[in-house]
């Protein structure tokens, strides 16, 4: 059955796109349109669109693809209108009058991946590209569609295969009788396989931020400036200040790109013990946010064992010099050396060590990339200590399935139903 969905967000606007796709699309755009003709493929053509009593009630352009020359490699018709809810509706509610239903999330790009249009990680991209909270999170995913992360997969797949072909011709023969620098030629090759996985590995973390953005806390005691630094970051006076302390109770948050990083900053109540029982609980927020922080602005001395994603920040420069230790020392109502302070911040939370030409976008793909990284290392380890060729290539061929899963054209429906979810409807 075709399916429907409007593909521009509900609301009112100049234009609204429905999109249908299915073999009954073409039938149900001429009902709406009382057109006897087919349309042509990859053209613009203007209509009158008519309910189901016969009156017109919009003038839209219609653009059709047939398949499998289309994004879902079914017949696909984009029907642009006057972007006013109620002609959305009335125009899906057509489309259901005449056969098709409204497509579930994600339904299209699905359909484009079970008819072999994009592999699963090119699929995922799609999601990227559509919620990226930065250009660079948009381009990362328009990479990773055009097959940018495919491409380097197989890459690192062919090097595993035929690392795995030559244990294979090897492991009936006996140990005497073994190719020559067999161990040697495949331990190098491992040996940058890891590398190389571990470092895709890393990019995970600053891929994700770019494409989802980074929880950045400011935390510290009552008066320390916390609500003036984020003032300072934010560039208005978004959070109140005052000299007493006990200010902020509330958690305030707002997004922000910091060098191009898109940051969700989060200015917290001052940690102290309180009798109050509303501060007590503004306290409480800022400890649940510094639990699920990627990075913590801590107006506070660096203590013996400094946490790894906290910078710890002197404010009030102005008044005078630090006595005890801390990252950096600034004036956030001076606004002394805070882009000094930006920069500590985008460089710690992408850590610049970590560059890689795989860079993974999300947590399914992480995962599978951290098990090839594992099978690699526990068939090097084979190699290396027990020479069990046989323990060798199943590590191996465990690694090629696993690359396999991150760049599969067919899938298993649990792997679809998580990567598809995350989706909206009409896309
Ligand atoms: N001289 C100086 N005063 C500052 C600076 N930053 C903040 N202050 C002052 O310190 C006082 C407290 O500032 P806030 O930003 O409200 O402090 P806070 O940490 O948010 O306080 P709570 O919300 O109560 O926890 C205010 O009077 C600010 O004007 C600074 O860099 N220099
Ligand atoms: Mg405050």
Avoid: W
């Amino acid at each position: 059955m075709s399916f429907v969905a409007c593909s521009t967000p509900l609301g009112t606007g100049g234009i609204a796109v429905v999109r249908m796709s299915g073999k009954s699309s073409i039938s149900v755009l001429k009902k709406i349109t009382k057109s006897k003709r087919v349309p042509k493929h990859s053209v613009a053509k203007k209509y009158t669109a008519y309910d189901s009593r016969g009156d017109s009630f919009d003038n839209i352009v219609v653009t059709t693809f047939f398949a499998p020359k289309s994004y879902t490699g079914e017949d696909l018709v984009e029907i642009s209108c006057h972007g006013n809810p109620v002609i959305v509706s009335k125009i899906l509610e057509l489309c259901c009058l005449y056969g098709c239903r409204i497509a579930d999330p994600g339904e299209f790009t699905k359909t484009a991946f079970l008819n072999g249009k994009m592999d699963i990680s090119e699929a995922e991209s799609v999601s990227d590209i559509i919620h990226a909270k930065s250009i660079d999170g948009v381009k990362l995913g328009a990479k990773n569609l055009s097959g940018g992360l495919s491409k380097k997969v197989k890459d690192v797949k062919t090097s595993v295969v035929s690392c795995l072909a030559a244990i294979e011709f090897n492991l009936d023969i006996s140990e005497e009788e073994l190719q020559p620098n067999l161990i040697k030629n495949s331990l190098d090759v491992l040996g940058d396989l890891v590398l190389k996985t571990k470092s895709a590995v890393k990019t995970f973390k600053s891929s994700s931020i770019f494409v989802s953005g980074a929880s950045v806390v400011i935390s510290g005691p009552p008066n320390a400036g916390k609500s003036t630094l984020f003032n300072t970051l934010v560039g208005t006076n978004r959070a109140i200040v005052t000299e007493i302390p006990g200010t902020t109770r509330d958690v305030v948050e707002k997004e922000i790109l910091v060098n191009t990083i898109p940051i969700n900053l989060k200015d917290t109540a001052g940690i102290r013990l309180s009798k109050d029982p509303v501060e007590s609980a503004g306290i409480e927020r800022s400890k649940e946010e510094l639990n699920t922080a990627d990075l913590v602005l801590c107006l506070e001395e660096k203590p013996k064992k400094p946490k790894k994603n906290y910078l710890y920040i002197y404010n009030k420069s102005d008044l005078g010099p630090p006595s005890g230790d801390f990252d950096i020392s600034i004036s956030a109502k001076k606004e002394k050396n805070i882009q000094k302070l930006i920069n500590m911040v985008s460089s710690t939370l992408l850590d610049t060590n970590s560059t890689s030409d795989i860079q993974i976008t999300t947590t399914r793909q992480l995962n599978l990339m951290k098990d090839v990284l594992l099978s690699l290392q526990k068939a090097r380890v084979h190699l290396s200590t027990d020479f069990s060729l046989e323990l060798v290539a199943e590590e191996l061929s465990r690694a090629v399935s696993f690359l396999d899963m991150l760049t599969e054209k067919t899938t298993k429906d649990d792997v679809l139903n998580v990567v598809f979810s995350s989706f909206c409807v009409g896309k």
